[in-house]
């Protein structure tokens, strides 16, 4: 599913009926229409969907996408945290992309949806953007 079929406000009706870029997206765009965009690598492999979006509310930032990856009808569905610089979003195909091999992903460190990892832990933090070749910048400084 991609942010246009869950639209539910028609915030992005504008840039599809006229295609003037009037409109929020694709620059700013609404949480709840990425919850369940899919997400694919560079080689067009298929890594699963969107599952939440973690926002550092001291600074007002998006710090992760929890992508859920490796699942076939819920049953062994494991979750990532993903740094949200680490995706881009690909409007051609509506969806995002993450620049890492899939059996990269098949190894990150993940968790499952009971045991949730301290997302705000720093040393967590650091790890994770290590993972994923991203920059960790403390989200509370230089708001």
């Given amino acids: 599913m991609n942010y246009e079929n869950r639209d539910t406000y028609g915030m992005y009706k504008s840039n ?8 929020p997206g694709p620059r700013l765009m609404g949480a709840d229409t990425l919850i369940g965009n899919d997400v694919y690598n560079r080689a067009d492999e298929d890594l699963g969907d969107i599952k939440e979006i973690m926002l550092d509310m001291a600074s007002g930032k998006v710090a992760y996408a929890v992508l859920s990856f490796g699942s076939f009808l819920g049953l062994g569905e494991k979750l990532f ?40 832990d720093e040393t967590w933090a650091k790890n994770v953007h290590s993972y994923y070749g991203s920059q960790y910048q403390d989200l509370t400084i230089n708001n």
């Fill in 16 to 23: 599809l009926n006229r295609g003037d870029g009037i409109g």
């Fill in 81 to 120: 945290a993903v740094p949200w610089k680490a995706l881009t979003l690909d409007t051609v195909n509506k969806r995002f992309v993450l620049d890492i091999d899939k059996s990269r992903l098949e190894n990150a460190p993940g968790f499952d949806k009971d045991d949730w990892p301290d997302m705000a």
